[in-house]
């Protein structure tokens, strides 16, 4: 059964052109995360939300942002993607922030930016 | 950064148990020890976890030991499926940035029939 869903699996943009990555979850959990995965690199995180509170990454360039309008679905937006932001972008989610859990992921978007 | 390091490949026969080695030689009191692996082309999928008891599921068993600055992730038969990136992670037990999962690079472990 699935429980984190990506869509799509594969995107393609151009250099420039502002694109959405979307995340759903049938498990209920608080807490959203969306980590960027790029080649033969491990997972970073980009920011996460609990509930409806966002937490970015000191890191996280301001060309990626977040959107969840409700427990269930959150999105990535990369206003203005870059060659850099070719990427794997993967999405999880965990019941709680804090204490004893396991995060959730889902199969990844691949973004290719041409 | 990561706080543990592991070795960047091992490979392992089918069948036989696979031993991945960690060290977190500066882990505190209130952090947790976690294993993740990531099949090809797949999101990161949960192992097991443990803070300073041995722990067994079935999938694996992590074997800490008693100073907590190393562990150990056992596969008792491994398979072709379990070959994988294997990370190790140590997280603390609050929320706040302590609570992320900080990954390293990880072992890439290759079964080979």
């Known amino acids: 059964d699935a429980m984190v869903i990506q869509n799509p699996r594969y995107q393609v943009t151009q250099f420039g052109k502002p694109v959405t990555l979307s995340c759903s979850q049938t498990?209920?959990?608080?807490?959203m995360y969306w980590y960027q995965q790029k080649s033969s690199q491990a997972p970073k995180l980009l920011f996460h939300?609990?509930?409806?509170?966002?937490?970015n990454e000191a890191d996280t360039p301001d060309n990626f942002q977040s959107r969840r309008p409700n427990t269930s679905f959150c999105f990535l937006d990369i206003r203005s993607p870059g060659l850099g932001d070719a990427a794997m972008y993967l999405c999880?989610?965990?019941?709680?922030?804090?204490?004893?859990?396991?995060?959730?992921f889902g199969p990844g978007t691949r973004l290719t930016v041409l | 950064d990561a706080k543990t390091t592991q070795p960047p490949s091992m490979d392992c026969a089918e069948g036989r148990a696979a031993n991945l080695p960690c060290n977190h030689s500066?882990?505190?009191?209130?952090?947790?020890v976690y294993w993740y692996r990531q099949i090809h082309s797949q999101g990161p999928q949960y192992i097991i976890h443990?803070?300073?008891n041995n722990e067994t599921n079935e999938m694996a068993s992590l074997i800490i030991t008693e100073d907590r600055k190393s562990s150990t992730l056992i596969l008792p038969h491994a398979t072709l499926r379990d070959t994988a990136v294997y990370y190790c992670?140590?997280?603390?037990?609050?929320?706040?940035?302590?609570?992320?999962?900080?990954f390293g690079k990880g072992t890439k472990l290759s079964v080979k029939p």
């Open positions: 443990g803070l300073k």
């Open positions: 992670i140590v997280r603390g037990n609050y929320g706040g940035s302590q609570g992320n999962l900080i």
């Open positions: 999880a989610t965990s019941a709680r922030l804090a204490g004893v859990h396991e995060q959730f």
């Open positions: 939300y609990y509930d409806k509170d966002f937490n």
């Open positions: 500066t882990i505190s009191g209130n952090e947790y």
């Open positions: 498990l209920n959990h608080n807490v």
